[in-house]
Protein backbone atom coordinates (compact mmCIF):
# COMPACT_ATOMS: atom_id res chain seq x y z
CA UNK A 1 0.00 0.00 0.00
CA UNK A 2 0.76 3.67 -0.73
CA UNK A 3 0.24 5.65 2.13
CA UNK A 4 0.15 9.78 2.52
CA UNK A 5 2.96 11.51 4.41
CA UNK A 6 0.56 12.18 7.72
CA UNK A 7 -0.71 8.43 7.31
CA UNK A 8 3.08 7.16 7.28
CA UNK A 9 4.08 9.64 10.37
CA UNK A 10 0.94 7.98 12.23
CA UNK A 11 2.53 4.01 11.19
CA UNK A 12 5.68 5.35 12.56
CA UNK A 13 4.35 6.02 15.87
CA UNK A 14 2.62 2.91 15.83
CA UNK A 15 6.06 0.94 14.86
CA UNK A 16 7.78 2.78 17.37
CA UNK A 17 4.94 2.47 19.96
CA UNK A 18 4.92 -1.51 18.68
CA UNK A 19 8.67 -2.29 19.23
CA UNK A 20 9.74 -0.10 22.24
CA UNK A 21 6.39 -0.48 24.34
CA UNK A 22 4.61 -3.27 23.19
CA UNK A 23 7.48 -5.99 22.48
CA UNK A 24 9.25 -5.71 25.37
CA UNK A 25 7.03 -6.59 27.38
CA UNK A 26 4.78 -9.19 24.94
CA UNK A 27 6.10 -12.49 26.79
CA UNK A 28 5.72 -10.68 30.31
CA UNK A 29 1.83 -10.49 29.40
CA UNK A 30 1.33 -13.75 29.05
CA UNK A 31 -0.66 -14.02 32.39
CA UNK A 32 -4.41 -12.74 33.72
CA UNK A 33 -2.99 -10.55 36.19
CA UNK A 34 -1.28 -8.51 33.59
CA UNK A 35 -4.73 -7.08 32.15
CA UNK A 36 -3.94 -3.40 32.57
CA UNK A 37 -6.62 -1.05 30.35
CA UNK A 38 -3.60 1.83 30.87
CA UNK A 39 -1.90 0.71 27.61
CA UNK A 40 -5.14 0.82 25.52
CA UNK A 41 -5.28 4.32 27.13
CA UNK A 42 -1.68 5.20 25.97
CA UNK A 43 -2.71 4.10 22.32
CA UNK A 44 -5.93 6.35 22.36
CA UNK A 45 -3.29 9.99 23.61
CA UNK A 46 -1.30 8.70 20.74
CA UNK A 47 -4.18 8.62 18.52
CA UNK A 48 -3.95 5.25 17.76
CA UNK A 49 -8.14 4.14 18.10
CA UNK A 50 -10.68 5.02 16.25
CA UNK A 51 -8.00 6.15 13.42
CA UNK A 52 -10.71 5.86 11.06
CA UNK A 53 -13.58 7.35 12.96
CA UNK A 54 -14.73 11.11 12.72
CA UNK A 55 -12.80 13.84 14.08
CA UNK A 56 -15.83 15.27 15.99
CA UNK A 57 -15.95 12.39 17.99
CA UNK A 58 -11.73 12.23 18.71
CA UNK A 59 -11.21 9.66 15.58
CA UNK A 60 -8.87 11.28 12.96
CA UNK A 61 -11.44 11.07 9.97
CA UNK A 62 -8.93 8.23 8.33
CA UNK A 63 -10.06 5.67 5.86
CA UNK A 64 -10.23 1.77 7.00
CA UNK A 65 -6.77 1.36 5.30
CA UNK A 66 -5.41 3.10 7.93
CA UNK A 67 -7.04 1.52 10.61
CA UNK A 68 -5.99 -1.83 9.24
CA UNK A 69 -2.07 -0.23 8.91
CA UNK A 70 -2.34 0.44 12.89
CA UNK A 71 -3.29 -3.15 13.59
CA UNK A 72 -0.81 -4.71 11.83
CA UNK A 73 2.11 -2.39 12.99
CA UNK A 74 1.05 -2.95 16.67
CA UNK A 75 0.65 -6.74 16.01
CA UNK A 76 4.84 -6.79 15.54
CA UNK A 77 4.66 -5.93 19.27
CA UNK A 78 1.87 -7.36 20.30
CA UNK A 79 -0.60 -9.59 18.29
CA UNK A 80 -2.88 -9.28 21.32
CA UNK A 81 -3.29 -5.84 22.08
CA UNK A 82 -3.59 -5.23 18.09
CA UNK A 83 -6.91 -5.95 19.10
CA UNK A 84 -7.76 -2.78 21.13
CA UNK A 85 -8.12 -0.86 17.80
CA UNK A 86 -9.59 -3.68 16.04
CA UNK A 87 -11.79 -3.51 18.52
CA UNK A 88 -12.85 0.22 18.90
CA UNK A 89 -13.05 0.55 14.92
CA UNK A 90 -15.85 -2.49 14.61
CA UNK A 91 -17.67 -1.84 17.73
CA UNK A 92 -18.10 1.99 16.86
CA UNK A 93 -18.87 1.66 13.31
CA UNK A 94 -21.88 -0.21 14.54
CA UNK A 95 -22.89 2.22 17.34
CA UNK A 96 -22.57 5.05 14.52
CA UNK A 97 -25.04 3.06 12.48
CA UNK A 98 -27.37 1.76 14.81
CA UNK A 99 -26.85 3.47 18.35
CA UNK A 100 -29.02 6.30 19.95
CA UNK A 101 -27.03 9.93 19.19
CA UNK A 102 -26.97 10.38 22.74
CA UNK A 103 -25.40 6.69 23.09
CA UNK A 104 -23.10 7.50 20.45
CA UNK A 105 -21.65 10.70 21.16
CA UNK A 106 -21.25 9.48 25.11
CA UNK A 107 -19.51 6.40 24.66
CA UNK A 108 -17.53 6.32 21.08
CA UNK A 109 -15.13 9.24 21.81
CA UNK A 110 -14.17 7.17 25.44
CA UNK A 111 -13.61 4.42 23.03
CA UNK A 112 -11.30 6.18 21.25
CA UNK A 113 -9.56 7.29 24.30
CA UNK A 114 -9.15 3.69 25.25
CA UNK A 115 -11.30 4.18 28.50
CA UNK A 116 -14.02 1.88 27.91
CA UNK A 117 -14.03 -1.34 25.61
CA UNK A 118 -16.99 -2.85 24.58
CA UNK A 119 -17.17 -6.49 24.45
CA UNK A 120 -19.41 -8.42 21.44
CA UNK A 121 -21.73 -10.92 23.13
CA UNK A 122 -23.11 -13.19 20.34
CA UNK A 123 -21.90 -17.04 20.70
CA UNK A 124 -23.50 -19.12 22.94
CA UNK A 125 -22.59 -22.50 24.42
CA UNK A 126 -24.64 -24.52 22.41
CA UNK A 127 -24.61 -22.29 19.42
CA UNK A 128 -20.63 -22.04 17.98
CA UNK A 129 -20.46 -21.23 14.72
CA UNK A 130 -24.57 -21.46 14.34
CA UNK A 131 -24.57 -17.59 15.42
CA UNK A 132 -27.69 -17.40 15.28
CA UNK A 133 -28.78 -20.05 16.74
CA UNK A 134 -29.53 -18.21 20.37
CA UNK A 135 -31.28 -19.01 23.25
CA UNK A 136 -31.01 -16.14 25.58
CA UNK A 137 -33.95 -14.18 25.26
CA UNK A 138 -35.04 -10.40 25.81
CA UNK A 139 -38.38 -10.65 27.05
CA UNK A 140 -40.17 -7.05 26.87
CA UNK A 141 -41.84 -5.34 29.76
CA UNK A 142 -43.22 -2.41 29.35
CA UNK A 143 -40.36 0.41 27.68
CA UNK A 144 -37.66 -1.73 29.15
CA UNK A 145 -35.96 -5.36 27.72
CA UNK A 146 -35.35 -7.92 30.40
CA UNK A 147 -32.10 -9.86 29.24
CA UNK A 148 -31.46 -13.95 30.44
CA UNK A 149 -28.87 -16.30 29.70
CA UNK A 150 -25.06 -16.80 29.04
CA UNK A 151 -22.72 -15.78 26.33
CA UNK A 152 -19.40 -17.80 25.96
CA UNK A 153 -16.18 -17.48 23.97
CA UNK A 154 -16.17 -13.56 25.17
CA UNK A 155 -12.88 -11.20 23.87
CA UNK A 156 -12.04 -8.97 26.49
CA UNK A 157 -13.76 -10.45 28.71
CA UNK A 158 -12.88 -8.95 31.80
CA UNK A 159 -11.28 -5.08 30.35
CA UNK A 160 -15.15 -4.69 29.04
CA UNK A 161 -17.07 -2.00 30.14
CA UNK A 162 -19.85 -1.79 27.85
CA UNK A 163 -21.37 -5.00 26.06
CA UNK A 164 -23.09 -5.18 22.77
CA UNK A 165 -25.31 -8.02 23.21
CA UNK A 166 -28.00 -10.43 20.66
CA UNK A 167 -30.66 -11.99 22.42
CA UNK A 168 -33.72 -13.70 20.67
CA UNK A 169 -37.00 -11.51 20.60
CA UNK A 170 -39.06 -13.37 18.45
CA UNK A 171 -39.16 -16.93 16.62
CA UNK A 172 -36.30 -19.11 15.55
CA UNK A 173 -33.39 -18.32 13.00
CA UNK A 174 -31.73 -14.93 12.55
CA UNK A 175 -34.52 -12.65 11.81
CA UNK A 176 -35.48 -13.21 15.48
CA UNK A 177 -32.64 -12.14 16.95
CA UNK A 178 -32.16 -8.15 18.15
CA UNK A 179 -28.87 -6.16 19.29
CA UNK A 180 -28.49 -3.85 22.51
CA UNK A 181 -26.00 -1.87 23.93
CA UNK A 182 -25.48 -2.57 27.69
CA UNK A 183 -24.19 0.08 29.81
CA UNK A 184 -21.91 -0.24 32.37
CA UNK A 185 -22.67 -1.05 36.18
CA UNK A 186 -25.73 -2.59 34.98
CA UNK A 187 -27.24 -4.98 37.27
CA UNK A 188 -27.24 -8.57 36.86
CA UNK A 189 -23.98 -9.63 34.95
CA UNK A 190 -21.87 -11.98 36.02
CA UNK A 191 -18.51 -12.53 34.60
CA UNK A 192 -16.14 -16.20 34.09
CA UNK A 193 -12.75 -16.33 32.62
CA UNK A 194 -11.48 -19.15 31.02
CA UNK A 195 -7.75 -20.71 31.28
CA UNK A 196 -7.15 -20.75 27.23
CA UNK A 197 -4.03 -21.62 25.59
CA UNK A 198 -2.99 -18.05 24.29
CA UNK A 199 -4.63 -14.29 24.54
CA UNK A 200 -4.01 -14.37 28.12
CA UNK A 201 -3.60 -10.84 28.33
CA UNK A 202 -7.10 -9.58 26.79
CA UNK A 203 -8.86 -12.36 28.31
CA UNK A 204 -11.97 -14.64 26.87
CA UNK A 205 -14.50 -16.19 28.89
CA UNK A 206 -18.72 -16.46 29.88
CA UNK A 207 -20.79 -14.07 31.11
CA UNK A 208 -24.26 -14.55 32.32
CA UNK A 209 -27.27 -11.97 32.31
CA UNK A 210 -29.68 -12.79 35.10
CA UNK A 211 -32.62 -10.68 34.84
CA UNK A 212 -30.85 -7.71 33.21
CA UNK A 213 -32.63 -4.63 32.31
CA UNK A 214 -32.29 -2.70 29.37
CA UNK A 215 -34.30 0.23 28.30
CA UNK A 216 -35.81 0.02 24.78
CA UNK A 217 -33.75 2.94 23.66
CA UNK A 218 -30.72 0.75 23.89
CA UNK A 219 -31.94 -1.43 21.30
CA UNK A 220 -29.72 -1.53 18.13
CA UNK A 221 -31.46 -1.84 14.52
CA UNK A 222 -34.96 -2.75 14.57
CA UNK A 223 -36.51 -5.31 16.53
CA UNK A 224 -35.89 -8.86 15.18
CA UNK A 225 -33.18 -7.71 12.59
CA UNK A 226 -30.32 -6.82 14.90
CA UNK A 227 -28.66 -10.01 13.61
CA UNK A 228 -28.85 -9.36 10.08
CA UNK A 229 -27.99 -5.83 10.14
CA UNK A 230 -25.05 -5.54 12.88
CA UNK A 231 -23.37 -8.92 11.45
CA UNK A 232 -22.56 -6.62 8.22
CA UNK A 233 -20.22 -5.22 9.67
CA UNK A 234 -17.69 -7.70 10.85
CA UNK A 235 -16.52 -8.41 7.07
CA UNK A 236 -14.77 -5.06 8.20
CA UNK A 237 -13.09 -7.04 11.54
CA UNK A 238 -12.32 -9.87 9.61
CA UNK A 239 -9.94 -8.04 7.01
CA UNK A 240 -8.47 -6.47 9.96
CA UNK A 241 -7.91 -9.73 12.22
CA UNK A 242 -6.02 -10.49 8.86
CA UNK A 243 -3.60 -7.77 9.12
CA UNK A 244 -2.87 -8.40 12.88
CA UNK A 245 -2.27 -11.98 11.56
CA UNK A 246 0.28 -10.57 8.97
CA UNK A 247 1.86 -8.44 11.65
CA UNK A 248 2.54 -11.18 14.17
CA UNK A 249 4.26 -13.20 11.51
CA UNK A 250 6.30 -10.65 10.26
CA UNK A 251 7.84 -10.18 13.89
CA UNK A 252 8.45 -13.75 14.20
CA UNK A 253 10.36 -13.41 10.36
CA UNK A 254 12.48 -10.71 11.05
CA UNK A 255 13.60 -12.36 13.98
CA UNK A 256 14.45 -15.19 12.52
CA UNK A 257 16.36 -14.01 9.74
CA UNK A 258 18.59 -12.34 11.76
CA UNK A 259 18.87 -15.62 13.53
CA UNK A 260 19.61 -17.96 10.45
CA UNK A 261 22.15 -15.11 9.13
CA UNK A 262 24.22 -15.46 12.61
CA UNK A 263 23.87 -18.52 13.79
CA UNK A 264 26.25 -20.87 12.72
CA UNK A 265 26.22 -25.28 11.69
CA UNK A 266 28.69 -27.05 9.57
CA UNK A 267 31.00 -23.91 9.62
CA UNK A 268 28.54 -21.48 8.14
CA UNK A 269 25.36 -19.84 9.06
CA UNK A 270 22.58 -21.81 8.86
CA UNK A 271 20.71 -19.64 6.28
CA UNK A 272 23.07 -20.98 3.65
CA UNK A 273 20.86 -24.18 4.30
CA UNK A 274 17.75 -24.02 1.71
CA UNK A 275 16.12 -25.88 4.09
CA UNK A 276 16.14 -23.38 6.65
CA UNK A 277 15.65 -20.53 3.90
CA UNK A 278 12.96 -21.51 2.31
CA UNK A 279 10.70 -21.93 4.07
CA UNK A 280 11.02 -18.75 5.48
CA UNK A 281 10.56 -17.28 1.62
CA UNK A 282 7.86 -19.19 1.23
CA UNK A 283 6.74 -17.60 4.73
CA UNK A 284 7.72 -13.91 3.42
CA UNK A 285 5.57 -14.80 0.23
CA UNK A 286 2.72 -16.05 1.96
CA UNK A 287 2.29 -13.21 4.53
CA UNK A 288 3.25 -10.75 1.82
CA UNK A 289 0.07 -12.18 -0.44
CA UNK A 290 -2.43 -11.78 2.84
CA UNK A 291 -1.57 -8.72 3.38
CA UNK A 292 -2.17 -7.44 -0.31
CA UNK A 293 -5.22 -9.35 0.04
CA UNK A 294 -6.23 -7.59 3.34
CA UNK A 295 -5.97 -3.85 2.19
CA UNK A 296 -7.82 -4.96 -1.06
CA UNK A 297 -10.42 -5.96 1.15
CA UNK A 298 -10.44 -2.81 2.87
CA UNK A 299 -10.07 -0.62 -0.64
CA UNK A 300 -13.51 -2.76 -1.54
CA UNK A 301 -15.26 -1.30 1.93
CA UNK A 302 -13.74 2.11 1.03
CA UNK A 303 -15.28 2.48 -2.43
CA UNK A 304 -18.73 0.85 -1.18
CA UNK A 305 -18.22 -2.15 -3.04
CA UNK A 306 -19.28 -5.87 -1.95
CA UNK A 307 -16.44 -7.47 -0.18
CA UNK A 308 -17.91 -10.26 1.97
CA UNK A 309 -16.22 -12.81 -0.03
CA UNK A 310 -12.91 -11.22 0.11
CA UNK A 311 -13.30 -10.77 3.89
CA UNK A 312 -13.80 -14.20 4.20
CA UNK A 313 -10.76 -14.92 2.50
CA UNK A 314 -9.12 -13.01 4.95
CA UNK A 315 -10.40 -14.31 7.83
CA UNK A 316 -9.77 -17.84 7.24
CA UNK A 317 -6.03 -17.70 5.58
CA UNK A 318 -4.85 -14.59 7.64
CA UNK A 319 -4.54 -17.27 11.39
CA UNK A 320 -4.12 -20.14 9.25
CA UNK A 321 -1.08 -18.66 7.34
CA UNK A 322 0.14 -17.35 9.97
CA UNK A 323 0.21 -20.07 12.23
CA UNK A 324 2.11 -21.75 10.13
CA UNK A 325 5.10 -19.00 9.42
CA UNK A 326 5.86 -18.84 12.88
CA UNK A 327 5.53 -22.37 13.21
CA UNK A 328 8.19 -22.55 10.67
CA UNK A 329 10.49 -19.86 12.62
CA UNK A 330 10.40 -21.65 15.81
CA UNK A 331 11.38 -24.93 14.28
CA UNK A 332 14.19 -22.77 12.77
CA UNK A 333 15.55 -21.15 16.36
CA UNK A 334 15.65 -25.09 17.19
CA UNK A 335 15.16 -25.77 21.07
CA UNK A 336 15.03 -22.28 21.96
CA UNK A 337 12.33 -21.49 20.01
CA UNK A 338 10.43 -24.60 21.43
CA UNK A 339 10.73 -22.63 25.19
CA UNK A 340 8.47 -20.08 26.60
CA UNK A 341 11.66 -17.70 26.24
CA UNK A 342 10.91 -17.48 22.88
CA UNK A 343 8.17 -15.36 21.35
CA UNK A 344 7.62 -17.66 18.51
CA UNK A 345 5.89 -20.65 20.80
CA UNK A 346 4.10 -17.64 22.31
CA UNK A 347 2.49 -16.06 18.97
CA UNK A 348 1.55 -19.21 17.82
CA UNK A 349 -0.81 -19.26 20.47
CA UNK A 350 -2.05 -16.27 20.64
CA UNK A 351 -2.91 -16.42 16.44
CA UNK A 352 -4.05 -19.97 16.89
CA UNK A 353 -7.08 -18.28 18.62
CA UNK A 354 -8.58 -16.29 15.69
CA UNK A 355 -8.57 -20.03 14.05
CA UNK A 356 -11.49 -20.62 16.26
CA UNK A 357 -13.23 -16.83 17.31
CA UNK A 358 -14.63 -14.75 14.93
CA UNK A 359 -15.70 -17.86 12.32
CA UNK A 360 -13.54 -20.49 11.59
CA UNK A 361 -11.99 -21.44 8.17
CA UNK A 362 -14.70 -23.59 7.46
CA UNK A 363 -17.57 -21.19 7.98
CA UNK A 364 -15.32 -18.83 6.00
CA UNK A 365 -15.22 -21.59 3.22
CA UNK A 366 -19.13 -22.33 3.34
CA UNK A 367 -19.54 -17.67 2.95
CA UNK A 368 -17.20 -18.07 0.00
CA UNK A 369 -19.46 -20.67 -1.77
CA UNK A 370 -22.41 -18.91 -0.72
CA UNK A 371 -21.05 -16.10 -2.57
CA UNK A 372 -20.39 -18.31 -5.64
CA UNK A 373 -22.75 -20.73 -5.95
CA UNK A 374 -25.99 -19.21 -3.90
CA UNK A 375 -28.19 -21.70 -1.90
CA UNK A 376 -26.71 -24.35 -3.76
CA UNK A 377 -23.31 -24.27 -1.24
CA UNK A 378 -26.10 -24.40 1.89
CA UNK A 379 -25.98 -27.95 3.33
CA UNK A 380 -29.40 -29.33 3.98
Avoid at 2 to 27: C, G, N
Avoid at 35 to 59: N, Y
Avoid at 72 to 89: I, R
Avoid at 92 to 99: F, G, V, Y
Amino acid sequence: MIFTADQLALKQTADRFAREVLLPEYLNRDRPSMADKAVAQEMGQLGLLGTDLPEDLGGLGQSSLVTGMVAEALAYGDFNLSAVPVNVSLNAAILMAHAPVEVRDHIVPLMIAGERIMAICLTEPRGGSDAANLAMTARRRGSDYVLNGEKTSITFVEWADVFLVFARTGTAGAHGVSAFFVPEGTPGITRLRFDNVGSTVIGHGSLFFEDVVVPERYRLGDEGKGFTQVMQGFDYSRALIALQCCGAAQASLAETWAYVKDRQAFGRPIGQFQGVSFPLAEGESIIEAVRQLSYHTLQLREAGLPHTSQAAMCKWMGPRHAFDTIHQCLLAHGHYGYSKASPHQQRMRDVMGLEIGDGTAGVMKQIIARQKIGRAAVPY
